[in-house]
């Protein structure tokens, strides 16, 4: 079978940990996967544990971003918010730079940011909210690569902010026709999350909700760092492709780093 690309971008989540709260899972997981999302420290996220998460990531060559939510530790993010665009931009702003100045202090930078929790799924289905979002990330940096559900939004926002947009999809989940998960609770097996890469990889389609196929612009899937079985999980994935980071896909797919060679 013809293979559409051989290129894809193995995200997840870590320093997902406060104080005494540790998410020992993750650990096994930045080194299988190629983009790792550093919690800000709104929804989770001590500065001691970004410190390690960034050091980690260094040591395993693994792209690092900001992972931005809601300032709801108690409710890990989850928990809706109604700011307005002035406080979006500030809460956005706030949380990147965080991130930004502890890469820094270690020669590291950051190349992307992606949504957390209610702020996540607010943004997959609110136009307005997701451009106030994009606009903050544009802000500090134009060059930052915005981490977003496949959707008809994404597209309109990468047109819209003028800013990259990398558009994902969560591997264990199951979608519906417009792209929108179904159910967050409900989780696929570990088969049906390994055929949807062979499937994406070979058609650039994903099975939906009622068994029939949709077309996607995937260039990212996202894995959960909190569960314990991502490891072996990402092990078998890697058997199907070995993952690399959104940027550098890019720039492969035009051709750029051949013409370097």
């Not at 029939?212 to 990402?234: A, G, I």
Request: glycine content about 6%.
């Amino acid at each position: 079978m013809e293979i559409k690309t051989d290129k894809i971008d193995f995200n997840a989540d870590a320093a997902q940990s406060y104080g005494v709260f540790q998410n020992d899972a993750e650990k096994d997981v930045i080194s299988k996967v190629s983009s790792v999302n550093i919690s800000c420290g709104f929804h989770a996220g001590d500065p001691l544990t970004i410190k390690n998460v960034l050091l980690s990531c260094k040591e395993n060559n693994v792209e690092i971003g900001a992972h931005i939510g809601y300032q709801d530790l108690p409710g890990f993010g989850y928990r809706p918010m109604d700011l307005d665009n002035e406080e979006t931009e500030a809460t956005v702003l706030y949380q990147i730079g965080a991130v930004a100045s502890f890469a820094k202090a270690y020669s590291l930078s950051i190349e992307h940011v992606r949504l957390h929790g209610a702020m996540y799924e607010r943004a997959a289905k609110d136009f307005d909210f997701a451009m106030s979002v994009a606009n903050a990330v544009k802000k500090f940096d134009k060059w930052l690569v915005l981490y977003m559900p496949c959707g008809e939004i994404a597209d309109k926002i990468e047109e819209s902010a003028k800013i990259t947009v990398a558009r994902e999809l969560m591997i264990d989940k199951l979608y519906d026709s417009n792209a929108n998960i179904i159910n967050s609770e409900e989780k696929l097996d570990e088969d049906v999350m390994l055929n949807r890469i062979r499937t994406v990889l070979h058609s650039g389609k994903i099975k939906i909700g009622n068994g029939e196929f949709l077309e996607v612009n995937c260039d990212s899937f996202h894995f959960d760092s909190k569960d314990s079985k991502t490891s072996e999980l990402l092990d078998k994935a890697r058997e199907i492709v070995i993952p690399s980071p959104y940027n550098f896909n890019k720039a492969a797919l035009s051709g750029w780093t051949e013409l370097r060679v």
